[in-house]
């Protein structure tokens, strides 16, 4: 009996162990199949910022700088407007579903059809896409050919059949289906379809401010620089009624309507006597009525931003970095989310009104719930991260830092991944520096006299004492050594070198009370000298001989520098000024070279017609390169003061909106072969130096280029 129970146990373990082992086995599939799903889950985060690369592009760091969110009318998708087109995200998830009108250009205004299934995409260059939501496939165009001007707002009637598209003064109602423009809403009475230059009253603005349709599809409001609002049915043309607003501003992101145009909120300034400063208000205007409520006062340096909640009941404002979320029935604050130490750029109520989502420039989306006032998630990733930029000599390694963060963010440019973040422990990192070898990275705020110096690959961080107040930091050449410059305890201004592997100050230089020191962002830094020019108040060029100690201010006769140059030898210095010295005409439009080392006056560059806005030397410093707003590249012989010009006739069709027709910056290759022109509208030009002859452009950027680097290789 006793071996029949104990064979009995044996048989029940044996029978439990396995069951065990099956569940086991089956929870460890599942965990299997998890992790692959996880791992999955994983790749396409990391590479969804990758989708529609431009044509030549091999990596993309970056998702944009967000302009404007909007939610889908189920609140299922959230569309994210950037610098480089349309994310769709999924409010349940937020990770990135789609990415719409990739490299369009600039992107104005977007707008869901009633069902969700189609978002209308409005551009600077006068186009609108129509772009299917679940697929991600773009379906239509429409242009107004002979009107050149970009698209304020669309909108789709709630119908979905018939799209608004606002041109300035001007509005199209486009047949969806068919494809065609129906009709044209003018703003003014005699103003005609296309020449909107003939209109003879005063100038109205279409579609202007936020929620400037109402939720019905009927009516639209315009507004003028006289406070005068009209409102128009849209199907006659017809003005229906007219508010006058008294305000101060003159900013369209400081007047919302509400979804139905029955409520105006203003933010308006003026001046308190007894205060001496500027106060800041909210003011809600009945439109039916005409009158005015106010709900808000501040002294604060200003409101961003107002934006109605979609039933009208919430209106979000922004005053010193907190988000406000006002009750419009009763005038007082619901919640007020102080979450940020930066800028906000955007935000949007939810369908239901239970979620404002908000964008900043520290590369986050955050939803907040607008009872609770609780951070439901927090999406990173989107926003500016290119304020300032440094490449490592092997261009390996590229730094940035966004504005008005204290995030250093280091990547690896051929990979575009992600590789580390440095964070300072004090508010707004003002400038930012790399070493050329990669090594260190240095930061440094205005607002404080520490300096942040990091071992790249080890972390350690260093804090050096620098000026009272540092107005730069650079690093020398080979890296060894950092310097900072700025205003001593004495107002006197300091400059100071510090060795990078001990921290300790190696040398001062305290300038005299007659001297002042504020440094271009161009330098030359090497074992042997430092060289610098000022930029502004009489800017003198400053030269320290490290080896004696001596040094030197010349005066270079410019009042202000617009752009100045060394070559990368450190012999010359390229300047273009508001003024110029007596031997050269007073112009913006030429260039003057100087020796650096004897402070002489060398010779005008002249052939511009009009401003020069970026110059640049090659590596060998025998061509200097400029660009200028005359449309014109020129390339010019140091030692003969010839040049060669570069041109394209298309460029003047690129800059029909622009008064500024500008190369915004230029970098030569390592041989010198080529030369990179980055334009105003984003556009890479790639020039054969030798012939003057364009090789290839390479498009895709949608703002201004602000830097150019070539690899050692070219």
């Keep these: ?37 996880l791992e999955k889950e994983r790749n396409i985060r990391l590479d969804y910022k990758q989708w529609h690369l431009p044509e030549g592009a091999s990596a993309r760091i970056g998702s944009g700088t967000v302009n404007a969110m909007q939610y889908s009318p189920d609140g299922n998708l959230l569309a994210v407007v950037s610098d480089i087109g349309v994310w769709i995200l999924s409010t349940q998830t937020a990770e990135a579903q789609h990415f719409l009108a990739a490299n369009t250009g600039v992107i104005n205004s977007i707008s869901f059809s009633a069902d969700g299934s189609t978002l209308a995409v409005g551009t600077e260059n006068g186009e609108v896409q129509l772009w299917n939501t679940s697929t991600g496939e773009h379906q239509k165009t429409f242009t107004r050919r002979k009107y050149r001007y970009g698209v304020d707002n669309v909108f789709f009637m709630p119908n979905g059949h018939t799209l608004v598209v606002v041109y300035s003064s001007m509005v199209d109602l486009w047949d969806v289906p068919k494809g065609q423009r129906k009709n044209t809403l003018s703003a003014v009475e005699n103003g005609t379809d296309d020449n909107v ?45 007219t508010l006058i607003a008294e305000h101060s501003n003159r900013f369209e992101n400081l007047a919302s309507f509400s979804s139905d145009l029955r409520t105006l909120a203003i933010a308006d300034q003026s001046y308190k006597r007894q205060r001496f400063n500027r106060v800041w208000e909210i003011n809600l205007w009945d439109v039916n009525t005409g009158t005015r409520r106010k709900i808000f006062e501040t002294d604060s340096f200003g409101i961003s931003f107002l934006v109605f909640s979609q039933d009208g009941n919430f209106l979000a404002s922004l005053d010193n970095l907190a988000i406000h979320i006002w009750d419009v029935n009763t005038g007082k604050v619901k919640q007020r989310f102080k979450e940020y130490k930066s800028a906000v750029t955007s935000v949007a109520f939810s369908p239901d009104n239970q979620t404002l989502v908000s964008s900043s420039v520290d590369n986050t989306l ?71 070898d990669g090594r260190w990275l240095a930061g440094s705020s205005i607002l404080h006299n520490t300096i942040h110096l990091w071992d790249v690959n080890t972390h350690k961080l260093i804090k050096l004492k620098g000026p009272r107040r540092i107005t730069g930091i650079a690093f020398s050449r080979d890296g060894e050594v950092l310097t900072s410059w700025g205003i001593a305890g004495n107002r006197k201004s300091i400059i100071q070198f510090y060795d990078v592997d001990t921290g300790r100050i190696e040398r001062t230089l305290q300038l005299n009370d007659q001297e002042s020191l504020s440094i ?35 005066d270079v006769g410019v009042k202000e520098v617009i752009v100045a140059r060394f070559s990368p030898d450190g012999r010359m210095l390229a300047i273009v000024g508001k003024t110029l010295p007596q031997q050269v005409p007073k112009t913006e439009r030429n260039i003057v070279l100087w020796n650096v080392e004897t402070g002489n006056y060398i010779r005008p560059l002249s052939g511009h017609t009009d401003d020069v806005k970026s110059i640049t030397f090659s590596t060998d410093s025998r061509t200097l390169a400029s660009g200028s707003q005359d449309e014109t590249i020129r390339l010019w012989d140091i030692e003969t003061g010839s040049s060669k010009v570069l041109t394209d006739p298309n460029w ?53 280029v602000s830097h150019l680097f070539f690899s050692p290789d070219g």
């Design 366 to 436: 955050r939803f907040f719930d607008v009872d609770t006032g609780k951070i439901k998630k927090t999406v990173t990733g989107y926003g500016a991260l290119f304020r300032d930029v440094s490449l490592s000599a092997d261009t390996h390694t590229l730094m940035s830092l966004c504005y008005g963060s204290n995030i250093l963010r280091l990547w690896d440019s051929n990979t575009s991944q992600h590789k580390n973040n440095f964070i300072a422990d004090k508010k707004y990192v003002t400038d930012a520096v790399l070493s050329p």
């Design 520 to 554: 271009h962002e161009d330098i030359y830094f090497d074992k042997k000298m430092l060289a610098g020019i000022g930029k502004y108040f009489d800017p003198n060029l400053f030269v320290w001989n490290l080896d004696t100690g001596d040094y030197k201010f010349t």
């Design 1 to 37: 009996m006793v071996k029949f129970l104990y064979a009995k146990r044996l048989i029940i373990g044996m029978l439990t162990g396995v069951i065990l082992i099956i569940i086991g086995g089956v929870f460890f599939l599942k965990h299997l199949d998890d992790e692959r799903i």
């Design 197 to 241: 230059n003939n209109i003879p009253n005063m100038y109205m603005s279409l579609g202007g401010h936020n929620n400037s349709f109402s939720s019905d599809g009927k009516t639209i409001a315009s507004a003028s620089s006289n406070d005068t609002f009209r409102f128009w049915d849209i199907a006659t043309r017809k003005e229906v009624h």
């Design 652 to 704: 003047k069709d690129g800059y029909q909106r622009y008064e500024v027709r500008v190369t915004s910056t230029l970098a030569f290759s390592p041989d010198g072969q080529t030369l990179a022109s980055g334009m105003m509208l984003g556009d890479i030009h790639l020039w054969k130096t030798g012939t003057g002859t364009k090789k290839k452009t390479l498009r895709g950027h949608s703002q201004r």
